[in-house]
């Protein structure tokens, strides 16, 4: 309604951007992340991603880009004109709640399913006080700890028509899920199923695992949560925590969340008042346009195994936490 909307606009003054000159202004990737799906019937339910998917606190903006790296058409009915879905057998793929990043009870989304929304401003001080803490069911859960919710995801459920190279970008807070290879069949049938029955005239099950590339923009300007967490450039140095994206950069020295916009590197080349590539200081200029690149070497080579190290220690107690807790 009107307050909402009020509500909206005032958000937008508080995040207004700094000036054009400041260099604060730029984009950098949080996180990239492979993904792939089997024919597994488990999928993560509609969610968002908590801070160990996108490493920023709740109040700073953010844009997925999703990548297909294999054909993933949109469900249709089998029998179809060789043109649409009949050379296809089922697929896992991905789906959209449109709206949900606006929806008036998203906020009763975020604590059922344990959002960055509902992280304490301190962060957690331990896998005991994360466990104990943390808000909802699970980040997956939501269509058994909020069927009504569920429902209201899935009535404005998106599917994409995608082929290999196809990139669907969307806010960071818009609710999304996988879709498994037996729904996918269930949909495409028409019918609802237990997802036991073959597939129509000899269609196999796919022998196969359907691979996505995710990356994960942020402004310069996000910040890292404080508190305990698996994040690799906070393991590396908790001083890092409760940081920008640019100061970790800068501090360190390493490319942990490299810019990728407005340019890709840490500096642009020196230019002539002109506005032309400056012989005279060609040397100095590739030396800059170079800045960022074998810091990137550097960073996968000798930093981050030790940091994931640390990551897998972390994650193995949180599970065992977990299974003890029951």
Not at 60 to 73: K, R, T
Not at 83 to 90: E, F, K, M, R, S
């Given at each position: 309604?009107?307050?909402?909307?009020?509500?909206?606009?005032?958000d937008?003054?508080?995040?207004?951007?700094?000036?054009?000159?400041?260099?604060?202004?730029?984009?950098?990737?949080?996180?990239?992340?492979?993904?792939?799906?089997?024919?597994?019937?488990?999928a993560?339910?509609?969610?968002?991603?908590?801070?160990?998917?996108?490493?920023?606190?709740?109040?700073?903006?953010?844009?997925?880009?999703?990548?297909?790296?294999?054909d993933?058409?949109?469900?249709?009915?089998?029998?179809?004109?060789?043109?649409?879905?009949?050379?296809?057998?089922?697929?896992?793929?991905?789906?959209?709640?449109?709206?949900?990043?606006?929806?008036?009870?998203?906020?009763?989304?975020?604590?059922?399913?344990?959002?960055?929304?509902?992280?304490?401003?301190?962060?957690?001080?331990?896998?005991?006080?994360?466990?104990?803490?943390?808000s909802?069911?699970?980040?997956?859960?939501?269509?058994?700890?909020?069927?009504?919710?569920?429902?209201?995801l899935?009535?404005?459920?998106?599917?994409?028509?995608?082929?290999?190279g196809?990139?669907?970008?969307?806010?960071?807070?818009?609710?999304?899920?996988?879709?498994?290879?037996?729904?996918?069949?269930?949909?495409?049938?028409?019918?609802?199923?237990?997802?036991e029955k073959?597939?129509?005239?000899?269609?196999?099950?796919?022998?196969?695992?359907?691979?996505?590339?995710?990356?994960?923009?942020?402004?310069?300007?996000?910040?890292?949560?404080?508190?305990?967490?698996?994040?690799?450039?906070?393991l590396?140095?908790?001083?890092?925590?409760?940081?920008?994206l640019?100061?970790?950069?800068?501090?360190?020295?390493?490319?942990?969340?490299?810019?990728?916009w407005?340019?890709?590197?840490k500096?642009?080349?020196?230019?002539?008042?002109?506005?032309?590539?400056s012989?005279?200081?060609?040397?100095?200029?590739?030396?800059?346009?170079?800045?960022?690149?074998?810091?990137?070497t550097?960073?996968?080579?000798?930093?981050?195994?030790?940091?994931?190290?640390?990551?897998?220690e972390?994650?193995?107690?949180?599970q065992?936490?977990?299974?003890?807790?029951?």
């Amino acid at each position: 309604g009107h307050e909402e909307r009020e509500a909206e606009r005032d958000d937008t003054d508080r995040d207004s951007p700094p000036p054009d000159d400041d260099d604060s202004i730029n984009l950098r990737i949080c996180r990239d992340i492979f993904l792939a799906k089997d024919d597994d019937k488990y999928a993560c339910g509609w969610h968002v991603d908590d801070t160990g998917f996108w490493p920023s606190v709740a109040s700073d903006p953010g844009v997925n880009a999703w990548v297909a790296l294999e054909d993933m058409p949109a469900p249709r009915y089998y029998g179809a004109d060789e043109d649409d879905v009949g050379g296809y057998g089922p697929v896992a793929t991905f789906a959209l709640s449109l709206g949900s990043h606006r929806a008036p009870w998203r906020h009763d989304a975020y604590r059922v399913t344990g959002s960055t929304h509902t992280v304490p401003s301190e962060g957690y001080h331990s896998a005991a006080d994360l466990i104990r803490r943390r808000s909802g069911s699970g980040t997956c859960n939501i269509q058994t700890s909020a069927p009504e919710l569920y429902e209201k995801l899935e009535r404005n459920k998106v599917i994409y028509d995608l082929r290999k190279g196809d990139v669907i970008f969307h806010h960071r807070w818009v609710f999304h899920r996988t879709v498994t290879v037996d729904e996918y069949e269930e949909m495409a049938r028409g019918v609802s199923t237990t997802g036991e029955k073959d597939i129509d005239e000899g269609r196999s099950r796919p022998q196969k695992i359907f691979p996505r590339y995710s990356i994960r923009y942020a402004p310069g300007t996000a910040v890292v949560p404080p508190g305990y967490g698996v994040e690799l450039s906070v393991l590396h140095d908790h001083d890092n925590a409760n940081r920008t994206l640019n100061e970790i950069v800068k501090r360190s020295g390493l490319p942990w969340y490299p810019k990728v916009w407005p340019h890709v590197l840490k500096r642009k080349p020196l230019r002539s008042s002109s506005g032309e590539s400056s012989n005279v200081n060609s040397a100095e200029s590739e030396e800059e346009e170079e800045e960022e690149i074998p810091g990137i070497t550097k960073l996968v080579h000798d930093i981050m195994p030790r940091a994931e190290k640390m990551q897998k220690e972390r994650k193995k107690e949180i599970q065992r936490l977990l299974s003890m807790r029951g």
